[in-house]
């Protein structure tokens, strides 16, 4: 539980830099709380995904 809590975090944060960064970069307006949302979620399917193919033999 404790790994998904920390890739939440840390896909929120990652999100915000690079969609502030986006955002500047095209000229459109950022909005935080749907590019933490949306990267939140892209992390918690990407480590899932990760863990099914590269954990251990259980």
Same mark, same amino acid.
């Given at each position: ?6 890739? %939440?975090? @840390?896909?929120? %944060?990652? &999100?915000? *830099?690079? +969609?502030? %960064?986006? +955002?500047?970069? /095209? +000229?459109?307006?950022?909005? @935080?709380?749907? /590019? &933490? $949302?949306?990267? &939140?979620?892209? &992390? %918690? *399917?990407? $480590?899932? $995904?990760?863990?099914?193919?590269? +954990? /251990?033999?259980?």
């Amino acid at each position: 539980m404790l790994k998904q809590l920390n890739t %939440i975090l @840390w896909a929120f %944060i990652y &999100g915000e *830099v690079a +969609g502030y %960064i986006a +955002g500047a970069l /095209s +000229g459109a307006e950022f909005n @935080w709380v749907t /590019s &933490g $949302i949306i990267c &939140g979620v892209v &992390g %918690i *399917v990407a $480590i899932n $995904i990760l863990d099914h193919f590269v +954990g /251990s033999n259980r």
